[in-house]
């Protein structure tokens, strides 16, 4: 085995970790304002239908990745009217988001099914051979690629030091106190939900646009699932969510390795080794409740309602 | 004109004002009739998605909602589904009531039909009386044992039951996949993925000649009764409706908690099993890979449906279920995509949640003003 292998190993790896880090970033900003959306499977798939759809009618590659982040955001606008204007229960409307969008993206996809995808244009592909092992993890990627491993740093650096950062964590920790400082909380918690939408948007059409060119019903998978996990394995920190991401796109990729050179395990064992990892990756973080405290935002699930 | 105060919703302009004012207490009329409310809505948003993809929308909605159920065989079709979604929702009633969000009934659903399942290959060829009781109890025992495991790791462990419950139901869809294609595939089955026919005394009895309704429904029905007892008539339905509104209430009163989490999380894992035993030794008698069509997550909305309410929960599952029936008429008859049964179960959720406004908030007539 090469260096250059090894390389192209772990850049396969990153792959198939752009759509948790992107769903999962998004997700973070919304639970830090204090909402928890269990809908990002259902945007996830949303954005999935729409930018494969909008690629196969305009054909122009930009429109559909807009389109698919405008469709998660539409999506996950009904979430935020319920939760925030109507003050419905964050759990049940999250889960009838993703009842609803996968349901609403088969409807849809019905036509797209067996289409063959459009080629995604890729950033210096012609630097790839020009280093061994670092090559073809740094170059030849889409642009989701590079804004997918950027995310975690821009987000832990708007958590953190800028101003708008600051409310939305003070708006998730102590909604009251937000609001007696003049913070408009509604507004906020509606602006996070819109992102979030919006990112799981992105997270849906790189699965159907770059991962694997196509459309086929219900391919996010449980996907979005393991993006919420994610966000309690990452204790509500961005970075950590790009490790995060690394492990379980690694499972991925080393079960496909493992088919490949024939070792005697199930498939099916395979296949579920991520979600199994996930548990226990969610009892190992969660045994310590005094760090989860300390770092779930304390008003995570719960509605906010000013009388005025 | 002088502009309303800040608190004063205006509706018609310089005529009339609106107020939303919050409740008191949540109105008790109101929380039986939002569901009502939600059901037509859907209706009017179902008939508006069905015109904007190119349908007549009565005729639309006739196919999806009468059509099924217009002769005997369809109703019995749809006692047919109700029946599992009926009694996964009565499970999951325990768990909401006491603010145990288990959403893996699913899961629960798939392991106690592969318990059974195996308990009844094990009978393969043998008849006898006391097969199919010892069936139903692997089944139940086996929904338990995977309910537990999220009940167990939130107890003990603090872990989110959400996303544990949900991770497993991935998980026991893809153990039900390794044995039927693999070690409890049928010899005589040319590999096709499913396993042998269960012999007559490990299946639910039809109930009639030519339908396929079957014996399941009385357990569906036991578990109507058993529940409504405990919740409105035992201490322990109490303890549950407590700590549902406050835990903290619960544990000033000394309530166990965990064993409470642990309980419920088992009723409910015992009624999603018994579902899945339902299901495969009811009309189709073996083991294959798809043992429901996602009934323990139509679940969820049957039993917000109902409100948590025994006698509420039948109604809703026979609502829910004419959307499964709809969905297959309308698509022989209509060409309507299928799906469409999913996204009228999320529009039903959505619309009942919604309405759940008016159950803390009026809006409140405060005459005209000039």
């Known amino acids: 085995m090469d260096i250059n292998f090894i390389g192209l190993i772990l850049a396969s ?93 088969a409807m849809i996809g019905k036509n797209f099914v067996g289409i063959p995808g459009k080629e995604f244009p890729v950033l210096f592909d012609g630097l790839k051979d020009t280093i061994p092992f670092l090559g073809p993890i740094l170059f030849g990627h889409s642009v989701v690629f590079y804004f997918a491993f950027a995310l975690p740093f821009l987000t832990n650096f708007f958590l953190k030091k800028t101003k708008i950062g600051l409310i939305v964590r003070a708006v998730g920790d102590s909604p009251v106190s937000a609001s007696n400082q003049g913070i408009n909380v509604k ?32 391919m996010t998978g449980g996907r979005g699932w393991i993006a919420l996990a994610l966000v309690v394995f990452s204790t509500w920190n961005p970075i950590k969510i790009l490790f995060g991401a690394m492990i379980f796109g690694g499972l991925t990729i080393i079960q496909f390795h493992m088919q490949a050179i024939g070792v005697r395990i199930p498939v099916q064992f395979l296949s579920a080794l991520p979600y199994i990892i996930t548990i226990i990756v969610l009892v190992v973080i969660s045994r310590d409740s005094r760090k989860i405290r300390l770092s779930t935002p304390s008003s995570l699930g719960k509605s906010f309602y000013k009388d005025n | 004109m002088k502009l309303p105060p800040k608190n004063l919703v205006c509706l018609w302009e310089g005529e009339k004002l609106i107020k939303i004012v919050k409740r008191d207490q949540p109105s008790r009329a109101i929380f039986f009739l939002t569901p009502v409310l939600a059901i037509f809505l859907t209706l009017v948003a179902g008939g508006l998605i069905f015109y904007i993809l190119g349908f007549k929308p009565f005729e639309a909605l ?75 109890l692997a089944g139940a025992v086996g929904g338990m044992l995977y309910a537990s495991i999220p009940a167990i790791l939130k107890t003990y462990f603090n872990t989110n039951e959400i996303l544990v419950s949900l991770m497993l139901v991935y998980v026991s869809k893809l153990i039900l996949d390794y044995l039927v294609v693999g070690p409890w595939s049928n010899p005589e089955g040319f590999n096709f993925p499913e396993t042998r026919q269960f012999s007559e005394s490990a299946r639910l009895p039809l109930l009639f000649e030519g339908l396929r309704i079957h014996a399941g429904i009385f357990l569906a029905l036991a578990a109507v009764i058993i529940s409504w007892f405990i919740f409105y008539k035992t201490y322990l339905g109490f303890q549950m409706k407590v ?93 309507i995509p299928k799906y469409t049964g999913q996204v009228f179960q999320g529009m039903i959720l959505f619309f009942l949640l919604a309405s759940d406004y008016l159950l803390f908030f009026k809006f409140k007539f405060i005459g005209s003003k000039k």
């Open chain 1, 187 to 218: 507004l906020v918690r509606y602006s996070c939900i819109l992102y979030g939408g919006a990112m799981c948007g992105l997270a849906g059409a790189y699965l159907s646009m770059i991962y694997t060119p196509q459309w086929i019903e219900n």
């Open chain 2, 62 to 136: 006739k196919f999806f909602f009468i059509v099924p159920i217009a002769d005997m065989y369809g109703f019995s079709e749809l006692l047919l589904k109700a029946t599992p979604l009926c009694l996964i929702a009565i499970g999951l009633s325990f768990c909401f009531k006491s603010n145990n969000w288990n959403i893996g009934a699913e899961g629960q659903l798939t392991f106690g039909a592969i318990v059974s399942g195996g308990v009844a290959l094990l009978f393969y060829n043998q008849e006898g009386f006391y097969i199919l009781p010892i069936v139903l």
């Open chain 1, 13 to 105: 790896i990153m792959a198939s970790a752009v759509p948790l880090i992107l769903a999962s970033c998004g997700e973070l900003i919304t639970e830090r304002s204090g909402v928890l959306n269990l809908g990002v499977e259902g945007m996830m798939i949303i954005g999935a239908i729409s930018g494969f759809a909008l690629m196969t009618v305009t054909g122009n590659l930009f429109i559909a990745v807009i389109g698919a982040m405008l469709a998660g955001l539409l999506i996950s606008s009904i979430f935020a009217f319920l939760t925030q204007t109507l003050i419905t229960n964050h759990v049940a409307t999250g889960l009838a988001l993703t009842i609803f969008g996968i349901g609403i993206s």
């Open chain 2, 243 to 335: 700590s549902g509104f406050s835990l903290k209430t619960a544990r000033y009163a000394g309530y166990k908690g965990k064993k409470m989490i642990i309980l419920v999380f088992l009723i409910s894992g015992a009624c999603a099993g018994l579902a899945g035993v339902g299901e495969i030794t009811g009309p189709i008698g073996q083991l294959h890979r798809e043992v429901s069509p996602d009934y323990g997550f139509t679940a969820i909305i049957v039993a917000f449906l109902g409100r948590l309410h025994p006698v509420g929960i039948i109604f809703a599952s026979l609502v829910v279920a004419i959307t499964y029936l709809g969905a297959e008429t309308a698509q022989i008859f209509m060409q």
